[in-house]
């Protein structure tokens, strides 16, 4: 399945490293969509041979929409991916304008530190996804192998939900914010400039 993608890459390493085209185009552009394939795993195996999927998970976050997203263990690269679905379906289109224009900013913080404000819709779904299993095994994977990298994806609000869940794995203490790098495509505006410092500050 090809699924067509604006490959205009938003990066942020959380160890201020520096962008990498190659990073982007053939690792994290991959796994942002697989994130739209009902069987991830495949489209990871395709990449990574011998990668797997370990949850995948799908939850209602709307009135007319669901919001997916997985962890991956890549054990060749020494790596743990979480992806997220964007967008899908003019009814989830309606669903983000609805919840976004009718709904003040949410208050982001993390361990009692303030991260800005972020969209109400996109800190729902990310904590839907996070709270159905996605931070069950992110922890076993990081018990495993604490030393591991940590790439988060997403395209559209896919890479909304990204960004909120690498800010969230820096400053909870969960992951070493210097193995965290975010790559997000056609992302949405998420949030203030204070959640965009965050980001960039860690």
């Known amino acids: 399945m090809v699924i067509p993608v604006l490959l205009s890459g938003i990066v942020v390493a959380l160890a201020q490293q520096n962008y990498d085209d190659k990073f982007a185009r053939n690792i994290t552009f ?3 969509a697989a994130a739209y ?3 991830p ?3 990871v195996e395709r990449v990574f041979p011998g990668g797997e999927m370990v949850k995948h998970i799908t ?3 709307g009135w007319w929409s ?3 997203g997985f962890v991956a263990n890549i054990s060749s690269e020494n790596a743990i991916a979480l992806s997220f679905r964007g ?3 003019k009814l989830q289109l309606v669903d983000i304008f609805g919840k976004t224009l009718s709904t003040k900013r949410i208050r982001w913080s993390v361990n009692n530190q303030y991260l800005g404000q972020v969209g109400r819709y996109f800190h729902d779904a990310f904590h839907a996804i996070w709270k159905e299993g996605m931070e069950k095994h992110v922890q076993e994977l990081l018990q495993n192998c604490p030393k591991c990298k940590i790439w ?6 896919g890479g909304s939900m990204a960004s909120i869940a690498a800010s969230y794995l820096a400053w909870s ?3 070493n914010d210097h193995e965290i790098r975010l790559v997000t495509f056609g992302q949405p505006k998420t949030g203030d400039t204070n959640f965009g410092s965050t980001l960039t500050d860690k």
Request: charged letters at 20%.
């Open 30 to 32: 991959p796994l942002s």
């Open 66 to 68: 669901k919001c997916s």
């Open 59 to 61: 939850v209602n976050c």
């Open 37 to 39: 394939a009902d069987d």
């Open 152 to 157: 988060v994806t997403g395209h559209s609000l």
């Open 41 to 43: 795993q495949r489209c």
């Open 173 to 175: 203490g969960l992951a």
């Open 87 to 89: 967008t899908k379906g």
